[in-house]
Nanobody, 120 residues
Framework: QVQLVESGGGLVQPGGSLRLSCAAS????????MSWYRQAPGKQREWVAT???????NYQDSVKGRFTISRDNAKNTVYLQMNSLKPEDTAVYYC??????????????WGQGTQVTVSS
């Protein structure tokens, strides 16, 4: 079993910054792709960014140039640095990790979600 713990959300003014973290623990053999998603009130969950095991990154167009996804494999952690935040970035943010477990099974795990609110 694997547990994910997210942190770093909060209330920030437009133009501000936040850094989200998602730490994994448990029966981990290897961390594959790591992603962030978000879900705004009344909307479906949407993909935000992904970082591959090799460090390649991809972003949703609306966050390109403002958000940066990174990973620390030694800490089993993925980060999302969010700069120049806009009110439309307000959502619950979820991490999603594709993990090869010690059992040699590959499973997608979701974090519990962290609220990001951008408002003056």
């Amino acid at each position: 079993q694997v547990q994910l713990v997210e942190s770093g959300g909060g209330l920030v003014q437009p133009g501000g910054s936040l850094r989200l973290s998602c730490a994994a623990s448990g029966s981990i053999f290897k961390l594959n792709a790591m992603s962030w998603y978000r879900q705004a009130p009344g909307k479906q969950r949407e993909w935000v960014a992904t970082i591959s095991s090799g460090g390649d990154t991809n972003y949703q167009d609306s966050v390109k140039g403002r958000f940066t996804i990174s990973r620390d494999n030694a800490k089993n952690t993925v980060y999302l640095q969010m700069n120049s935040l806009k009110p439309e970035d307000t959502a619950v943010y979820y991490c999603n990790l594709n993990i090869l477990e010690l059992t040699r099974l590959t499973t997608n795990y979701w974090g519990q979600g962290t609220q990001v609110t951008v408002s003056s």
